[in-house]
Antibody, heavy 117, light 110 residues
Framework: QVQLQESGPGLVKPSGTLSLTCAVS?????????WSWVRQPPGKGLEWIGE???????NYNPSLKTRVTISIDKSKNQFSLKLSSVTAADTAVYYC??????????WGQGTLVTVSS | EIVLTQSPGTLSLSPGERATLSCRAS???????LAWYQQKPGQAPRLLIY???SRATGIPDRFSGSGSGTDFTLTISRLEPEDFAVYYCQHYGRSPPMYTFGQGTKLEIK
């Protein structure tokens, strides 16, 4: 079974770039999965950020599209999220997940990123 | 973009009771694209139901999903103590390709 683990800075300054990595174990990132990022502000609901497939195709949430890049590093079996021009509204728990057949099947445990000076 | 509205916001029930959670879409959706998740405090969401009615691997058969068109339901036949959590419905849209979630229903112990 695929396992996912997020990592990255827990604190980012306003106007900076949030960068997270999701390490994939128990399987190759070069499979039929799409690889997604989802976030959840404290005490609020879930928001899908975007997904990547084999490093060649991306889909992004239109509300975040201008600020988001999701990429794959096949050599490290991991994928990454970059979110630019962050504000306090981007403070959230960020999850990585597998997206396949219209569902988000496997999830990482999540990592809290706080945007603050 | 499809908007999913879940009701009720909070549902208070006792162990052993039946829980019925609703998810209404702003327009008719294909059942294939409808899923349900359970989230407990401090944990990641867990996939329960996909394709509106298929249970994910390892999900007990007290969980069932149903519905079509704009109205979908998650039913928990007999509540166990571990079932008290927040539940989200999710839709996959194709134009543009994206996942959207309902706002969640909190199932709490009465």
């Amino acid at each position: 079974q695929v396992q996912l683990q997020e990592s990255g800075p827990g604190l980012v300054k306003p106007s900076g770039t949030l960068s997270l990595t999701c390490a994939v174990s128990g399987g190759s990132i070069s499979t039929s999965h799409w690889w997604s990022w989802v976030r959840q502000p404290p005490g609020k609901g879930l928001e899908w950020i975007g997904e990547v497939y084999l490093g060649e195709n991306n889909n992004y949430n239109p509300s975040l599209k201008t600020r988001v890049t999701i990429s794959i590093d096949k050599s490290k079996n991991q994928f990454s999220l970059k979110l630019s021009s962050v504000t306090a509204a981007d403070t959230a728990v960020y999850y990585c997940a597998t997206s396949r057949l219209y569902m988000l099947e496997h999830w990482g445990q999540g990592t809290l990123v706080t945007v603050s000076s | 973009e499809i908007v999913l509205t879940q009701s009720p916001g909070t549902l208070s029930l006792s162990p052993g009771e039946r829980a019925t959670l609703s998810c209404r879409a702003s327009q008719s959706v294909t059942s294939t694209y409808l899923a349900w998740y359970q989230q407990k405090p401090g944990q990641a969401p867990r996939l329960l139901i996909y394709g509106a009615s298929s249970r994910a691997t390892g999900i007990p058969d007290r969980f069932s999903g149903s519905g079509s068109g704009t109205d979908f339901t998650l039913t928990i036949s007999r509540l166990e103590p571990e079932d008290f959590a927040v539940y989200y419905c999710q839709h996959y849209g194709r134009s543009p390709p994206m996942y959207t979630f309902g706002q969640g229903t909190k199932l709490e112990i009465k």
